[in-house]
């Protein structure tokens, strides 16, 4: 419990490499924050610098209004559950779990009885007696989130915790994670470079890329209001499709026109580009798979092509089209199956298409 | 009718035998000619009484074992070992470990600092022990000097039986030290940071995590030292034979020395082989003892 506030903090490293910056943040008390970008981008290092594992190079920390940054992580009272479990690998299961408590010379009975209380949440009472190196890398995982819960930290940081579960296993986990926020409810920070476990957890999703943090929102207002072409990129599987177009005015309508065809631009987003002065210039165009459709009639073609990939996943299909504007992909549940090099013709859900200023890659629709 | 079955599992438990022994005779070889044969002559030698020179001698049966339990120099000589063992093994284990400690985190001259400290193990011991020989003289060794300059009074190191152990314990741990800490600085660096940093979260002060993490991760090279350097010590000789010959009046005689003076000295090959054998049944006990002791402490 415990509200968590980052100041314009920097971490430049001994090399001069600045991991992190001039990142600022604001996490509530009680709040599930997740950082997610992809690898390199400064995730762990700002979770390090919370728990302070790490020097703050610039900035300021607040934990509860108070100022962290020279606090020694033994009293900054968080808990982190690392992407290699850190377990101690010479104790129990039990000893490792109740480690903190005996630190902090709680009485025994009182430990056994948080231990089997927490071991029972779990589902690690069978495991007590055995050492990590007798684990498997889920059980190993329940034991690093056990040795957190026990302490009733002000906060839970995670660091990539599913990172080294298989795929099943990661689906479960996430589940139990999601379970374990409830009951706690207590403030977490979850990194992690995987974005389909981003947006499934969280509510609130901090995307950061080369140390600086590009947009925090919901899930479903990175989906559709990405801020910038990145952001767009890195949400959503398959990935977006961009494509160049250039915005003109024709007849009173702002549209794409993009090498096979054009995009009529709803009002809101005309307003957007008459605004910004886009008419008569080149633009960057994006469109999720799942707003890709096939063109029914030759009007409305706005790409056309040949299919490349024909994957079919049950109850929708992946399309890969090698169309003049290079690979679109499109994620369609009207199932026909498609052969290699078949004709196809493309359309796309006008309102849903994202515009970017090609040279700073910022979203000019939104 | 299993016999056909355990005649096939043992014909295929052995039939890659020649091809095994092909590939470790090699090694073998001098294994048998220059440990197992003299361990097994030495065991034969001390049922006799042969004098090292005589081209006979007699087979005594018990007579040297009893002869030895009833020698009251013997008993001296395994107390002396005693000590030197636990004198040499103990400090050689903590000092290396303190000076690994300060060394492991690299600074501007550590390198030459972990050579320096090293390079003794590396010295012939009898160069070294000449040389501390100087150390240790009475009048102007620089052992007394410093005392002096400290304000102490000057000791008689070697050519006193209240100090002559002290001083062989000191210059055979001064040796060892640097081997100790380069074991130590590996296993140090082998320590997982992850471990340092969860239990750094987990509110532990640097001294519980010295004593919860660092000990207990390292302590396959502390037992793999304890061995070591006990097998050492009880093998040591050429610093008792440059700085004491085992005086003055037998202070410094261990088994081995004592091994020495019956057969090489005294003549007598029979007792002397029986205070080896003696040894090597306590080496034998010792590391026994530890291999089970460490079952309870090492954490591999
Ligand atoms: N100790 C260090 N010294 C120098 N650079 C580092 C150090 N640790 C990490 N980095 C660099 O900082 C960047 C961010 O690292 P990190 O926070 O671990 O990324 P992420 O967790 O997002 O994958 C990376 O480019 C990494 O190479
Ligand atoms: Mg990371």
Redesign the pocket.
């Known amino acids: 419990m415990a509200e968590i506030i980052l100041k314009n903090i920097t971490k430049e ?3 001069g ?1 600045q ?1 992190v910056k001039n990142v600022s943040l604001d996490i509530k008390d009680n709040e599930f924050v997740i950082l997610v ?1 992809p ?8 979770l390090r610098m919370i728990a302070g594992l790490e020097d703050i190079s610039d900035g300021d920390l607040f934990i509860d209004g108070e100022r962290m940054n020279d606090v020694a992580p033994q009293h900054r009272d968080i808990a982190m559950v690392f992407q290699n479990y850190a377990l101690y690998p010479h104790m129990s299961v039990y000893q490792n779990i109740a480690y903190s408590l005996k630190i902090k010379k709680i009485p025994k009975s009182e430990i056994d009885q948080r231990v089997h209380e927490v071991a029972k949440s779990l589902g690690l009472e069978e495991l007590l007696d055995r050492k990590p190196g007798q684990l498997s890398g889920g059980q190993k995982q329940r034991v690093a989130m056990g040795r957190a819960i026990i302490r009733h930290p002000k906060a839970f940081l995670m660091d990539e915790p599913l990172s080294n579960l298989d795929a099943k296993l990661r689906g479960q986990m996430r589940v139990e994670i999601a379970d374990l926020y409830q009951r706690l409810n207590t403030t977490f920070i979850y ?1 992690t ?1 995987d974005q389909t476990e981003a947006m499934t957890l969280g509510t609130k999703i901090v995307v950061m890329k080369d ?1 600086e943090i590009q947009q925090i929102d919901n899930p479903t207002n990175l989906f559709s209001y990405p801020v910038n072409k990145f952001v767009a990129g890195f949400i959503g599987t398959p990935t977006m499709n961009f494509f160049e177009a250039e915005c003109a005015e024709e007849n009173g309508l702002v549209v794409l026109k993009t090498v096979a065809g054009r995009i009529v631009m709803n009002d809101a987003k005309a307003a957007k580009l008459r605004e910004g002065g886009w008419i008569g210039k080149k633009v960057t165009g994006g469109i999720r798979p799942e707003h890709v459709i096939l063109s029914q009639d030759g009007e409305n073609t706005v790409f056309s092509g040949k299919v490349n990939v024909f994957e079919l996943l049950g109850s929708n299909a992946i399309i890969y089209v090698e169309t003049e504007a290079g690979m679109i992909v499109m994620n369609t549940s009207q199932v026909q199956v498609y052969e290699h090099g078949d004709k196809i013709a493309l359309s796309v859900i006008a309102d849903k298409v994202h515009v970017f200023d090609p040279e700073t890659e910022r979203t000019v629709t939104n | 009718m299993s016999t056909p079955k355990v005649k096939r599992k043992f014909k295929r438990r052995y039939d890659k035998l020649p091809t095994v022994l092909l590939f470790v005779l090699p090694a073998l070889i001098p294994l048998i000619v220059f440990w197992i044969y003299p361990i097994c002559r030495s065991v034969y030698l001390s049922f006799t009484n042969w004098d090292f020179i005589s081209p006979t001698y007699k087979i005594v049966g018990l007579k040297n074992y009893i002869s030895l339990f009833r020698n009251p120099r013997f008993f001296e000589a395994l107390g002396h070992t005693v000590v030197f063992t636990a004198g040499t093994l103990i400090p050689t284990i903590v000092l290396g470990l303190v000076l690994a400690l300060l060394l492991v985190r690299n600074f501007h001259g550590s390198g030459i600092l972990k050579f320096i400290l090293f390079s003794p193990w590396i010295t012939p011991t009898v160069a070294i022990s000449i040389v501390w020989t100087w150390i240790y003289k009475t009048d102007g060794g620089i052992a007394n000097t410093i005392l002096t300059a400290l304000g102490a009074s000057p000791l008689k190191w070697i050519s006193s039986s209240d100090t002559a152990m002290l001083s062989v314990i000191i210059v055979t741990v001064w040796k060892s030290l640097g081997y100790a800490m380069i074991f130590y600085l590996s296993a140090l660096e082998r320590v997982p940071g992850e471990l340092y940093e969860a239990v750094a979260l987990d509110g532990a002060s640097k001294w519980r995590t010295f004593f919860d993490i660092t000990l207990p991760c390292i302590s396959p090279t502390t037992f793999f030292l304890m061995i070591i350097t006990m097998v050492n010590s009880l093998q040591a000789y050429d610093q008792i034979q440059v700085l004491t010959q085992g005086g003055p009046s037998g202070s410094t005689r261990t088994l081995l020395y004592m091994y020495y003076q019956l057969g090489f000295q005294e003549f007598n090959m029979g007792q002397a082989t029986a205070v080896a054998v003696v040894m090597i049944l306590l080496t034998v006990g010792l590391s026994v003892i530890q291999f089970k002791a460490s079952e309870k402490w090492v954490h591999y």
């Open positions: 490293y001994e090399n490499f991991a970008g690898s390199g981008c400064g995730k762990s290092t700002t990194v470079h140390g």
